[in-house]
Nanobody
Framework: QVELVESGGGSAQTGGSLGLSCAAS????????MGWFRQAPGKEREFVAS????????RYADSVKGRFTISRVNDKNTVYLQLNSLKPEDTAVYYC?????????????????WGQGTQVTVSS
């Protein structure tokens, strides 16, 4: 069974950094496009970043471009999200997702597999 498990969430100050990891099992990891999404209380789920099977193509939401970096290590079945220059508005539950769509994609409906989420809290 496909399983995605996020880790690395926690608390940080404005301007600080956090590193998130998502470990995948039950799938051929190198066949999947991976994505990160986030959802704050009372708000809709929003796209954060996506990376294709090889890591050669990435895409970011405008709100995080230049601050966050998505990467993957296929030999470890893991996708990462490095969050730098954090702002209070980055506070949310962050979700890892996987899809067989061959290109980076921003629509959450395109991702059939999801992790349980990890909380990121940024204080001023």
């Amino acid at each position: 069974q496909v399983e995605l498990v996020e880790s690395g969430g926690g608390s940080a100050q404005t301007g600080g950094s956090l590193g998130l990891s998502c470990a995948a099992s039950g799938l051929t990891f190198s066949s999947y496009t991976m994505g990160w999404f986030r959802q704050a209380p009372g708000k809709e789920r929003e796209f954060v970043a996506s990376i294709n099977w090889s890591g050669g193509s990435t895409r970011y939401a405008d709100s995080v471009k230049g601050r966050f970096t998505i990467s993957r290590v296929n030999d470890k079945n893991t996708v990462y999200l490095q969050l730098n220059s954090l702002k209070p508005e980055d506070t949310a539950v962050y979700y890892c997702a996987a899809t067989l769509h061959p290109e980076v994609i921003v629509m959450h409906q395109a991702y059939p597999y999801w992790g349980q989420g990890t909380q990121v809290t940024v204080s001023s």
